[in-house]
């Protein structure tokens, strides 16, 4: 088939209303080991087509493939992509690799947009890293979220959005090493609006209970006892 009719089945595939994502990606699958130029148009969908919805599909049916093709492409890509539902099926996608693989993949990206875009898209670029570290639950991704927030905590002005997103990434992959550092997030004074203070809490709350906890508390009386 030539491109345009290769394309013209990736859509129909993509878009089919009777096929659940496993087998739309069987059907991708297929396509990929029978025309050569596939893949190369498959990941153009992701990165380049007009409507988001296709872009979101697409990205969510290479979470059903064995292996994703595209790792290093797509984890550039977090960064790049404006849309958020997009952002999340891309980094959905990324489960099947290896963690240590997507963790230096993502980070190399993240230094290099920074040098390219500097202090004007600082902020920007560190949403993206905490929004995909939340979302993929990867506990190697910790000492880069805690960086992340050690770095937030000392800026002379916290932007809300990227703390937000930073604690609660950390609700969700975080262990006792992580409560000292949001509990400063967690004070009451001036420099913590209510939000923040809000989602340091019940970013210790998750890590708590899914230490074995039965509340907060007990966890931070363990912490008091001794050194984290």
Not at 123 to 147: C, H, M, N, W, Y
Request: proline share 3%; net charge positive; hydrophobic share 40%.
């Amino acid at each position: 088939m030539n491109k345009w009719k290769i394309k013209r089945e990736l859509l129909t595939i993509i878009e089919h209303p009777s096929l659940n994502w496993k087998n739309k990606a069987s059907l991708i699958q297929e396509l990929f080991k029978t025309e050569e130029k596939a893949k190369e148009l498959f990941l153009n969908l992701i990165k380049k087509h007009k409507k988001a919805r296709i872009r979101k599909a697409a990205a969510s049916i290479l979470g059903y493939l064995q292996e994703n093709p595209f790792l290093q492409e797509l984890c550039l890509q977090l960064f790049i992509e404006d849309d958020w539902s997009v952002r999340y099926a891309i980094a959905q996608s990324l489960h099947s690799s290896n963690s240590d693989e997507i963790i230096q993949q993502i980070k190399e990206n993240y230094n290099e947009r920074l040098k390219q875009m500097g202090s004007r898209g600082r902020d920007r670029l560190q949403l993206v890293l905490a929004e995909t570290f939340g979302i993929l639950g990867l506990k190697e991704s910790l000492p880069l979220l805690l960086a992340l927030l050690d770095e937030l905590y000392n800026s002379v002005t916290i932007p809300l959005e990227v703390v937000l997103q930073t604690l609660y990434a950390l609700g969700e992959v975080g262990d006792k090493s992580t409560v000292k550092l949001l509990l400063k997030f967690s004070a009451d004074n001036e420099r913590n609006p209510k939000a923040i203070q809000d989602s340091a809490n019940h970013a210790i709350d998750k890590i708590a209970k899914r230490l074995g906890y039965a509340t907060k508390k007990d966890l931070l009386m363990t912490l008091n006892k001794g050194p984290i």
